[in-house]
């Protein structure tokens, strides 16, 4: 299933509550904010997560759905609410109070890429800011909401993993001793939007495959996992980072020669997550 706003890959049949979600790896540029942006069609690709849909794209064959943005975070935030609204971007809109994100210029209509540099030369209006709204981040949360919805409704549970890529300067404070960094990162928003025995199963399919794993540093989470943790529901959110030099190449934004070993090994974590989700019984008959 697609549409403008996301492109939404279903099991057949679905076996887990387990929901894989990709908000920032949309590249369909549209043709308007390439020419009203003051960056070149690379440049403004700076902070896209990109190539994370194509990392994760196993899991419908292990029976759990992937959500992939169609449209790229500097259109439009799929990890914002929609009422961070930036006034210095958008006319028309009243300052929020103290949201470091928007006063950074990455509210819901990012100003900016990576680095701060700017997107456009000037303002945007309120009209086409709520239009954006209207027609991609709406449509992409309310399927989000539904796959969650059925999660709950067919297996009593629902545990949402939503899957980003951080440049590896994000992680140069975070070296041992021993010089090593983590390459994944669990934010569950210090507790707070996932049950700390799901995150340790989580943690434990990723570190099961090689991977060096934090927790909620220097990335907690943000909207879509504080929005969508709701514990009281049995309803888990867990955002997951995934060190981008580790299968691509930052500055080309192209993957390396590492790619498909990332890549096959996340199968391998995205096959362990899925049985996290499973009914009990069903694992019992494997």
Not at 101 to 120: E, F, Q
Not at 189 to 200: K, L, M, N, P
Not at 277 to 285: D, E, K, V
Request: with cysteine.
């Amino acid at each position: 299933m697609s549409s403008q706003a996301y492109m939404l890959d279903r099991p057949d049949p679905c076996t887990s509550s387990v929901v894989f979600a990709s908000p920032h790896s949309g590249n369909a540029y549209p043709d308007a904010l390439l020419r009203r942006s003051i960056l070149n069609a690379h440049a403004i690709r700076s902070s896209e997560d990109a190539f994370v849909d194509r990392l994760f794209d196993a899991a419908p064959k292990f029976g759990a759905p992937l959500l992939r943005a169609g449209v790229p975070r500097a259109f439009v935030d799929y990890n914002r609410s929609a009422d961070e609204l930036d006034p210095a971007l958008i006319t028309g809109v009243r300052g929020i109070g103290n949201n470091p994100r928007v006063a950074s210029g990455l509210g819901v209509i990012p100003r900016v890429v990576s680095n701060g540099r700017a997107i456009y030369r000037g303002k945007i209006g309120l009209d086409e800011a709520e239009s954006r709204l209207e027609t991609y981040w709406r449509p992409y949360h309310k399927t989000l909401q539904s796959l969650l919805n059925d999660a709950l409704a067919n297996f009593c549970q629902a545990i949402l993993l939503d899957c980003h890529s951080m440049p590896r300067e994000a992680l140069d404070s975070l070296r041992d001793k021993s010089g090593t960094r983590p390459e994944i990162v669990l934010g569950d928003r210090f507790g707070t939007s996932a049950s700390g025995e799901i995150v340790e199963q989580v943690e434990a399919a990723f570190a099961a495959a090689g991977f060096v794993v934090a927790r909620n540093a220097p990335f907690a989470g943000a909207y879509v996992t504080q929005h969508y943790g709701r514990l009281g529901r049995n309803q888990h959110a867990i955002q997951i980072e995934i060190d981008r030099s580790i299968y691509m190449d930052e500055q080309l934004i192209e993957p390396h020669g590492g790619f498909d070993e990332v890549r096959e090994r996340l199968s391998r974590v995205i096959s362990d997550v899925v049985a996290i989700g499973r009914p009990s019984q069903q694992l019992a008959a494997e």
